[in-house]
């Protein structure tokens, strides 16, 4: 292409007549290469995606491999109740201020609303 590139400048600076031939042959060149990179950036926008998909990846199996054993300790004896105990007690304890919430504010609501 560089070639033809140098031929055809050196053409039409030489003879006027050939200079249609000349540009018409750098304009299918010039399509080509717009094909060409356009192309290229299609390619280059695949690959990025598929590199990021590819981290991703790799980031979820990471914390596979991380939880892994602890999902196995569950799993070991999953009728036996003591496991679950302690979330038991964390949530009991967490209805508990719940209940206590609820109770102030009904309480301060009816004071609020019978005190004027």
Not at 88 to 108: F, W
Request: net charge negative; with cysteine.
């Amino acid at each position: 292409m560089s070639v033809c590139l140098y031929v055809c400048l050196s053409v039409c600076l030489s003879v006027s007549t050939e200079c249609d031939s000349c540009v018409h042959l750098l304009v299918d060149d010039i399509e080509l290469l717009e094909h060409n990179i356009t192309t290229m950036i299609q390619s280059l926008e695949n690959i990025n995606v598929g590199v990021l998909a590819m981290r991703r990846l790799q980031r979820i199996n990471a914390t596979v491999i991380e939880l892994r054993p602890s999902v196995d300790l569950l799993t070991v004896s999953p009728t036996d109740p003591t496991q679950l105990d302690p979330l038991k007690r964390e949530l009991a304890s967490i209805q508990r201020l719940s209940d206590d919430v609820s109770i102030r504010v009904r309480r301060d609501l009816v004071t609020y609303l019978f005190t004027d």
